[in-house]
């Protein structure tokens, strides 16, 4: 009934804040196992060998896929958050000597048009290795991140953080 007194203008507007309110909605699921949020508009994979290039290699990756993107303002945390949790999961498997390089897995996410999720997961050759680790996740992260943690399940390990897009009144 209420529709009838609006004019197709204000429906179109009101419904394109009800899709931003219901995104925003959705991206705050998740999170209270440990698991990240869970809705997907975009996503980015790479697996790279848990070595020490791999931290700079996964950095060039969040680059190149914000960029693709368009999320060029997040693009500064992302790496930075990035850089942090591979680095965190090579230190793990270096200090464990394993004899065999392993692999980790690096995700990139958008979970809404302003909200990013950075993963990284363990692999079965690795998983026992880090399902022991502690401190997978910075304080640095913590200090960037709206929301990060590590989520564990079946003995494997997804360390994990969700960035906002930074809002353009904060370059003013």
Request: proline residues 3%.
């Amino acid at each position: 009934m209420m529709a009838k007194l609006l004019s197709d203008r204000e429906i179109i507007i009101l419904a394109g804040q009800l899709e931003a309110v219901a995104m925003h909605l959705a991206s705050r699921a998740g999170g209270e196992s440990g698991a990240p949020p869970g809705p997907i508009l975009r996503a980015e994979r790479i697996e790279l060998a848990a070595q020490w290039d791999s931290v700079t290699i996964a950095g060039r990756f969040v680059r190149n896929t914000l960029t693709r993107w368009l999320w060029v303002d997040a693009l500064f945390d992302a790496q930075l958050a990035i850089y942090e949790l591979t680095k965190a999961f090579v230190s793990v498997v270096q200090a464990a000597d394993a004899i065999e390089p392993t692999r980790m897995t690096v995700r990139v996410r958008a979970v809404s048009t302003s909200r990013l999720v950075l993963e990284v997961h363990d692999s079965p050759d690795n998983a026992e290795i880090l399902s022991a680790a502690d401190n997978l996740i910075s304080e640095r992260i913590r200090r960037t991140a709206i929301r990060c943690g590590l989520h564990r399940t079946n003995g494997r390990t997804t360390a994990w953080c969700e960035l906002a897009r930074p809002e353009f009144n904060r370059w003013i």
